[in-house]
């Protein structure tokens, strides 16, 4: 089974990056970069994700889907928020008809 703390561990490391040095953190970087620079890596990472699908190549989908999840809770901690927000989105819309759902963003 997988550890489903891997989520909020994940987030801590994620907040613990904001403060830290640009030059030695991939995250610290992506975060002084700004908001433009989280964008182009989440379309980067769709798009790979997308060809890797395309392919058929179920390892790299695996892979790009898990750089596009990362670089998509990069985006969340430059907002200030965590993955626990999106997990009660989840939560909140667990049981509800997608048809229904998208009628009552409408």
């Known amino acids: 089974m997988i550890d489903p703390g891997i989520l909020q561990r994940l987030g801590d490391t994620l907040d613990a990056r904001r403060g830290a040095d640009p030059a030695t ?49 990069v985006l969340l901690t430059w907002h200030g928020l965590r993955p626990d927000d999106v997990l009660a989105e989840l939560l909140r819309r667990e049981g509800i008809s997608g048809i229904d759902a998208k009628a009552e963003r409408n």
Do not use: C, M, N, P
């Open 25 to 73: 953190s991939y995250v610290a970087r992506l975060l002084a970069g700004g908001e433009d620079l989280i964008l182009r890596k989440i379309i980067e990472e769709a798009t790979e994700t997308l060809l890797a699908s395309k392919q058929g190549d179920k390892l790299s989908l695996v892979r790009e889907v898990a750089d596009l999840w990362f670089h998509s809770l």
